[in-house]
């Protein structure tokens, strides 16, 4: 009798609880880009340990790599999958394809492995392949409508990362719009994005903007350290951080597009350790400074001056140095740890091999919300649960 009565309440609970946690494609606010462009980096099996060891939960890869997925299935690490930029001129032409591509790269992984988004392409707009640009919407939508045939489009969020190069004026950050060369395509790309509720995912490079300008830029602004800041007269703002002014400078230009109420999240940031000659700034001291204090940033869960309510949550760039990588030597050193799976510089992960450990002590900013968030979660579903009893 007992529990018969119970059965649909529990059935009920469960629908809620899954529905709920299928809501967010990101546990807490700290996640790391696992680039794989080398050819002397540790196994997947063993990014698998070393990211439980770091308590990272969440994790972006650019393709859909299948010994990767393999190797997450069963660890609870969520992981957003990337559709490489060569495909989306076949995937926008064709919905079959596309259908497949989800098919084979996501629904066949799933629920072992918590593939929770698809980027699709990476800095498609404002990059230097044009024909790509008028392709991204339809891949876009097609991959989409194939979760939704496979009915996946609740827990699996479609999204696309775009570089500074879709912004023109982005100091001060109320002065940031989108470039008039790109416009046209972003409009009703987020147009698009905000029916689905997907976020505008930006890659924000202090680091980049600083070696582009070191001779009036603070470091100390781009790194997080003690400095005076810029103020913005517009939204009456002091901001003490390059990187809250590069978040800030993506929601002017939403807002100025006419997309108030869409989230930025930042997929990639990072500073390099090494750099050739020109690229000032890029060394280990400065790497770790930034990842030190942007870990401590993002531990505080709080968002940005103009936007100070919607919490800033980012991917590091990335696990490892990629030796494999073209371009200036910065782009070979972005990894917090090295190929051999030792740390590049101590801000309080451990390396792979024993021995290589941190005398730091962050346990504050390692528990990064994974427990809260599942409290609030667990709490929501008892108080429905009284609800419906009573
Ligand atoms: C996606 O599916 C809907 C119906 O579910 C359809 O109306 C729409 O045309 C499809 N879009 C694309 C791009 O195929
Ligand atoms: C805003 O950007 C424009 C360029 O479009 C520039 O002329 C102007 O000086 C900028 N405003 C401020 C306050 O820097
Ligand atoms: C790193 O660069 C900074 C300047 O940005 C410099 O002051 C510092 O000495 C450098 N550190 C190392 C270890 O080279």
């Known amino acids: 009798m007992i529990l018969r009565f119970f059965d649909p309440f529990l059935v009920l609970f469960l629908l809620f609880f899954t529905q ?14 696992y680039g794989r462009i080398a050819d002397n980096i540790p ?60 098919k084979e790269n996501v629904h066949a992984f799933l629920p072992e492995t918590r ?35 496979l009915h996946l489009d609740k827990l699996i969020q479609i999204s696309t990362a775009n570089s500074f190069a879709v912004f023109s004026n982005s100091y001060p950050p109320s002065n940031c719009t989108f470039n008039e060369n790109i416009v046209q395509y972003m409009k009703p790309l987020l147009e698009f994005f905000e029916e689905i509720g997907s976020p505008f995912c930006l890659n924000a490079y202090p680091f980049l903007a600083y070696i582009s300008d070191p001779e009036h830029i603070d470091i100390n602004y781009a790194l997080f350290q003690p400095n005076k ?19 800030d400078a993506a929601y002017a230009a939403l807002e100025d597009a006419g997309f108030d109420k869409m989230e930025v999240i930042v997929t990639e940031t990072g500073w390099a350790s090494a750099g050739d000659q020109n690229e000032v700034g890029a060394n ?17 869960k709080k968002g940005t001056p103009h936007r100070p309510k919607n919490v800033v949550k980012a991917y590091i760039f990335a696990i490892f140095n990629e030796d494999s990588k073209p371009g200036p030597t910065s782009e070979r050193n972005y990894g917090l740890f090295k190929a051999d799976g030792s740390i590049s510089y101590n801000i309080g992960f451990h390396g792979l091999n024993a021995g290589d450990s941190s005398h730091l002590s962050l346990k504050d900013i390692n528990n990064q919300g994974m427990s ?10 008892l108080s429905a649960l009284t609800l419906m009893i009573f």
């Open 20 to 33: 709920f946690a299928s809501l967010q494609a990101f546990t807490g606010t700290y996640g790391i880009n």
């Open 43 to 102: 196994s997947p099996d063993e990014v698998v340990t070393l990211l439980r060891a770091a308590k990272i939960r969440n994790v972006r890869i650019y393709d859909a790599d299948h010994s990767v997925l393999k190797a997450f299935s069963g660890t609870g690490l969520e992981i957003v999958v990337g559709l490489p930029n060569g495909q989306l001129q076949d995937m926008s032409s064709n919905a079959d394809h596309a259908l497949n591509w989800v």
């Open 115 to 149: 593939i929770r988004g698809i980027a699709v392409g990476n800095e498609v707009l404002g990059g230097s392949n044009d024909a790509w640009w008028g392709a991204l919407l339809g891949a876009a939508k097609n991959i989409y409508n194939a979760t939704k045939k």
């Open 229 to 247: 800041g810029i103020y913005d007269q517009r939204y009456k703002r002091h901001y003490d951080n390059m990187l809250d002014a590069q978040i």
């Open 284 to 300: 280990a001291s400065n790497a770790r400074t930034y990842n030190y204090n942007l870990r401590k940033r993002l531990a505080m």
């Open 372 to 381: 809260r968030s599942y409290t609030i979660t667990i709490i929501l579903c």
